[in-house]
């Protein structure tokens, strides 16, 4: 029981560390937005790298979650003859939800894996010791860059995904089920509001920050060679999934009220 | 004490419960090659990133050209970070970037444009006897390579003082060597206040104005070359002559 109780201390104990200290780290990479010169050509390149290099596997993903909605929408609604809301549901589920958390899991798998396997490597090989000694602040040189660029280029994939989402489900709603092209449409405009994609949009673009901040923190602060590196970069992953996930619930009911 | 470019005053540093540094003093005068020596693990490297002003101390101040750097603010600090050139162990080069752009970083920083930074890395790169590699990639060069252009890099903003981690370590004797006449040659060309650590007490005899051995944490001794090598200390004199018997016990291993 004891022992049960230590490790469940020592669990909240690294918990709130860890967050307080992403924390500080948010506070540092505000301060640093806010001073100038902007990195414009370190933010274009990593908005390059998010967003530009994401934008194959949002396609293949967007594309196949569009098709299995409207596939498991259309057999299910079939059976009280509700075929023709297909557009609809699948418009709302992918502007609302699909797009914003497959778009953020896809940047966190690929570009946040990516930051921290970088900032790890730079950390262990004193390169980040080097800028300081170079007179250049790590922060605001490798960090600020990278969450701009999450804040801005997340809502972009996230259209991105939607519109190729609903284009996926158009394929199997009109050219498989044979269903009317004009009501898919129809239906997909008349029940989706605007505030349906600002929300998803909202959504898109704190993901973005997160995963960019979460994922540098792990980099960053890499201790212990090659395989703290490795650490860093599970560490990175894992956390951002799962900031995605549970803020998704968190942010959908701050929105919806 | 006008003269002295680098003063650490009675330094401690703690990781957790490693007392690293217990009570450091060091003064290095203008123009001075001062080489620290010591085992792994001495707190050399811990020293080094107190006097550039990477890590902190507990307690103890160090002063740069007469300015405590350990109360300064982080803009302040940069302004004096501009004094310093610095060659890391691993060159510590940024992968992302070409050699030419490694060189002339702090300049392009600071405002140069790009073809008169390329010019001036040019000319660092053959300061330090490098040719026509500007454009490659950092991991298309050798471990010797890397390291001058590390030092090309270190010197490119026309620093005061240069600081040493471990120059020779993980090269060949020769290109070992090479790097020792690069560092002397840096110092009668350029007049820089030098700082290097080492455990290679030949590249010490080499380079240094004055030597000082850190053990556990403090300066045990420092004079020239000469005095140290015939030094009645029998730690240091241990350590110079690399004798695994005497004063210093390496820990689970026992003369038999």
Known sequence: MLRFLALLGGIILRFTET???????????????????LEIRNTFKQALEIGVRSVPVVLVTAVFTGMVLALQTYTGFKRFGAEALVGSVVALSMTREMGPVLTGLIVAGRAGAAMAAELGTMRVTEQIDALETLATDPVKYLIVPRFISGLVVMPMLTVVADMIGIL????????YYHTSSILYWKRAWDYLELSDLYGGLIKAS?????????CCYEGFYTEGGAEGVGKAT???VVISFMTILISDYFLTAWLIA | MADSVIEVVDVHKSFGDNHVLRGV???????????????SGSGKSVLMKHIIGLLRPDSGRVLISGVDITRLDKKHLYEI?????????GAALFDSMTVWENVSFALTRSGMKDREARMVAIEKLRL?????VEDLMPSELSGGMRKRVGLARAIAHKPEILLYDEPTTGIDPIMADAINELIIKMREELNV?????THDMHSAYRIAGRIAFLYEGQIVEEGAPDEIQNTSNPLTKQFITGSFEGPIKVEGISVS
């Open chain 1, 168 to 175: 996926g489900g158009y394929a199997i709603a009109v050219w």
């Open chain 2, 193 to 197: 206040t030098s700082v290097a650590i």
């Open chain 2, 81 to 89: 970070r501009k004094k310093f050139g610095m060659l890391f162990q």
């Open chain 1, 234 to 236: 599970t560490g990175a």
């Open chain 2, 128 to 132: 330090v006897g490098l040719r026509n």
């Open chain 1, 19 to 37: 967050t307080g200290r992403v924390l500080l780290l948010l506070l540092q990479v505000i301060k640093m937005m806010l001073i100038p010169p």
């Open chain 2, 25 to 39: 003093n060091l003064r290095v005068e203008k123009g001075q090659s001062m080489v620290v020596i010591g085992g």
């Open chain 1, 206 to 214: 704190f993901f973005g920050g997160m995963i960019a901040l979460i």
